[in-house]
């Protein structure tokens, strides 16, 4: 299995960044994939993630900012990062979301992490 991801760097606030992962080595298309994030010092946390029919989950932080989707064509996964602020500074990885709970109608919560790449670093500062 291989994530590899790509796509971060540095941005003013405000400004827009988008992330791609590569995916390998499994059936990309039966995963429901995501983006978390990790700050030093600090736990994990989802940012968004996608089903395989399509249905994203975004944290609170990012809704109507980030917007995630996926190619299971191209095996690829990627996260359109828009109105930046300070605080999205952190290393950006590429997931499979391993466990997951239902919400009402389509809305579902990621669990636990799968596999992860090594990650890309976003640093969004003035």
């Known amino acids: 299995v291989k994530l590899v991801e790509r796509g971060g760097g540095s941005v003013q606030p405000g400004g827009s960044l988008r992330l791609s992962c590569a995916a390998s080595?499994?059936?990309?298309?039966?995963?429901?994939m995501g983006w978390a994030r990790q700050v030093p010092g600090k736990r994990f946390e989802w940012v968004s993630a996608?089903?395989?029919?399509?249905?994203?989950y975004y944290g609170d932080a990012v809704k109507g900012r980030f917007t995630i989707s996926r190619d299971d064509a191209k095996n690829t996964l990627d996260l359109q990062m828009n109105i930046l602020k300070t605080e999205d500074t952190a290393l950006y990885l590429c997931?499979?979301?391993?466990?997951?709970?239902?919400?009402?109608?389509?809305?579902?919560?990621?669990?636990?992490?799968?596999?992860r790449g090594q990650g890309t670093q976003v640093t969004v500062s003035s």
């Open positions: 080595g499994f059936i990309f298309s039966h995963y429901r």
């Open positions: 996608i089903d395989t029919d399509g249905s994203p």
């Open positions: 997931a499979t979301v391993r466990s997951w709970t239902r919400g009402e109608g389509a809305a579902w919560t990621p669990g636990d992490f799968g596999f």
